[in-house]
């Protein structure tokens, strides 16, 4: 008996469990959205969780394309990619055939020997390339191997060949891989359009609420697993996209109790003239632009620091004069005459229209020529909407035309704003603001030994009239223990059922 084990009861690293009281929340904040977005005419699909690898990395998801769950091939396809893995480690002008080693006795047992080498450094990676792996495994500590692969992606200067290093480092990792968790919900609406567009309206106005996955390092309110919200509509190129995606998200915001908000709207073409302004190649924008998206978590000090080891100083001093043009910037766009500057206009001025008749300034929107957006296909306008109080933003998007002609070698504007659902839940829990709006639940207490089964279901049913949750539970000795507790779990009433009746009470007048 002392050697009995049992299984562990956590999740999976970086995954979690929702109780009761926050999925009730959540309920509530997608009812919400849902009907918001419904009402602008967007209709609800579905994409797989699963998507195949080539989709996946196709080098748009900027820092989240990193972050890929990949998942192995099965059955047959897995050994034969990793027969044939062994043998290229196995081949005569690699590190790995030693000549000391003599022959191969056990095939599975040389695999395994393979593996643990390849995730060593000592004596098995050149120097000029210790420092890499070392990070990478330094990376991996106290972290379980779901991302085995991953280290398979150091490759030894002896194993390369002719062929390009980066090629040769794909081959290897894709022949292992077929597919991947989603790391977006906008991935997959490509896709997903492409395959679909002669069964749907143009324009397509799509929405999207489920899970997506991403390998990054846990740590608190950032997990692997999360829910996304996603509105996009794909066919419209005109400013009336970004115009209803902005409308239908600050209304579902307004709607689930956030005020004093701030719409931010950037152009990614602007920021390209900026960059390119501030004398930083083409090779290095991209880079750049993922180190300026993290401003708000590691400040400008953080940027500053991280900017000096791509760029030179005279560089950074002219990207920093930008930070304080947003004013200026703001004063002269109404009387500019470019194109690009003309349309950003038009957002902000026919926003606050709106916004201020129906009822009032209780957001603001800005224009922000330092507003990145980290994921790399977007094309035009981006916007995000902060939350000073809870300093960080809570909803984000922009415009992303060139995707789509890549499955269909035509050009097909799209547009797509997101909500940070699981950032959004966080801060209504902290308010409690959504229980108010729940369902009244009820217990309906009985004796098992006594009352009728039937009759008790028939007074429950006659209970429930669409507004109120009637839960059946048995009765407790101890009642004033037991009405403490549902008190506790949510519980507004509740009512001791007798055949002559049920007084229903407020648990608050117990």
Known sequence: MGNKSTLRSNPVRGMRDILPDEVQVRDWAQTIIQRVYESYGFSRIETPAMENIELLKRGEGGENQKLIFEVLKRGDKLQDAVKSLVDHFEAPNTVWASKSEGGIVDENEHADRLKREWLSTEGKVKPALQDVAQKELEAQKGESEDRITREWQVIPQDIQTEADPEQVNASLLNNLCDSGMRFDLTVPLVRYYADNMNSLPNPFKALQIGSVWRAERPQKGRFRQFTQCDIDIIGDGTVFA???????????LLEMGFENFIVRINDRRLLTRFLENCGIPKSKMQPVSEILDNKDKIGWDGVKQKLNDILS????DELMKIVSMQEEVNKSMNSSSDPVIKDLSTIINTLKKVRENSGGKK???????????????????????????????????????RMIEKFLDRSIPACGFSIGFERIIQILMERGSASAHAKEKIALLYDNSQDDPALVMQKASELRDGKKAVTLMPKKKDMRKQLDLLMSQGFTAFGVYKNE?????ALSSK
């Open 363 to 401: 957001f603001d929107i800005v224009f922000d020529p330092l507003l990145i957006r980290g994921m790399g296909y977007y094309t035009g306008p981006v916007f995000e909407v902060a939350v000073p109080e809870y300093g960080s933003s809570v909803a984000g998007g922009g415009r992303y035309d």
């Open 242 to 252: 970004e115009l209803e995606l902005i409308s239908a998200t600050t209304e579902a």
């Open 313 to 316: 100083s005279s560089s950074i």
């Open 501 to 505: 009746g049920c007084e229903i009470k």
